[in-house]
T-cell receptor
Framework: EAQVTQNPRYLITVTGKKLTVTCSQN?????MSWYRQDPGLGLRQIYYSMNVEVTDKGDVPEGYKVSRKEKRNFPLILESPSPNQTSLYFC??????????????FGPGTRLTVL | DAKTTQPNSMESNEEEPVHLPCNHSTISGTDYIHWYRQLPSQGPEYVIH???SNVNNRMASLAIAEDRKSSTLILHRATLRDAAVYYCILLSSGTYKYIFGTGTRLKVLA
């Protein structure tokens, strides 16, 4: 089944404790992206990647890192989480068909709480 | 970056058409207009996208104003399963960044 998977789905952690949220897709998509969703603010793009070893900042990259060493994986790293990073996080992937792009497929989300 | 503006909420009766508006007055010539929807407790799902011309697919239609400063997502016959938050999004073809609006919560009345 074609899908985007995220792990963990739920995470409660404490300020300053490094964590990684994994994202994997099995559709051979070039484009992958991370978003955070907060009440009243909608979804905001954190980082995105056009292909392996190519990453770019979205609208809210501060406090996050990403890497794209393999086409299928795009982990989100919080080196020193803070309470303002408490949010619902979504990973997404998309094929790149020309300039307009195509459907983004979203993962199920990871609910992160930083105490 | 350009931004989008949408009404916070709208209501529709079941089986009737729904027109969801989006304003993007600062859109640049190479920005694509995408629409996604998010059902409760799920990730967003793709609905439709376009650049200049109106677009149709099995889910919806997208009407884009001639000056591209606004667009309208049209659901031809709303069903209860269409109740969701609908996001109007701009994709920059230069930077490949997605800019999401804050979304319109659609309520469908039986």
């Amino acid at each position: 089944e074609a899908q985007v998977t995220q792990n963990p789905r739920y995470l409660i952690t404490v300020t300053g404790k490094k964590l990684t949220v994994t994202c994997s897709q099995n559709m051979n998509h070039e484009y992958m992206s991370w978003y955070r969703q907060d009440p009243g603010l909608g979804l905001r793009q954190i980082y995105y990647s056009m292909n392996v070893e190519v990453t770019d900042k979205g609208d809210v990259p501060e406090g996050y890192k990403v890497s794209r060493k393999e086409k299928r994986n795009f982990p989100l790293i919080l080196e020193s989480p803070s309470p303002n990073q408490t949010s619902l996080y979504f990973c997404a992937s998309s094929p790149v068909k020309g300039v307009g792009f195509d459907t983004q497929y979203f993962g199920p989300g990871t609910r992160l709480t930083v105490l | 970056d350009a931004k989008t503006t949408q009404p916070n909420s709208m209501e529709s009766n079941e089986e009737e058409p729904v027109h969801l508006p989006c304003n993007h007055s600062t859109i640049s010539g190479t920005d694509y207009i995408h629409w996604y929807r998010q059902l409760p407790s799920q990730g967003p799902e793709y609905v439709i996208h376009g650049l200049t011309s109106n677009v149709n697919n099995r889910m919806a239609s997208l009407a884009i104003a001639e000056d591209r400063k606004s667009s309208t997502l049209i659901l031809h016959r709303a069903t209860l399963r269409d109740a969701a938050v609908y996001y109007c999004i701009l994709l920059s073809s230069g930077t490949y960044k997605y800019i999401f609006g804050t979304g319109t919560r659609l309520k469908v009345l039986a």
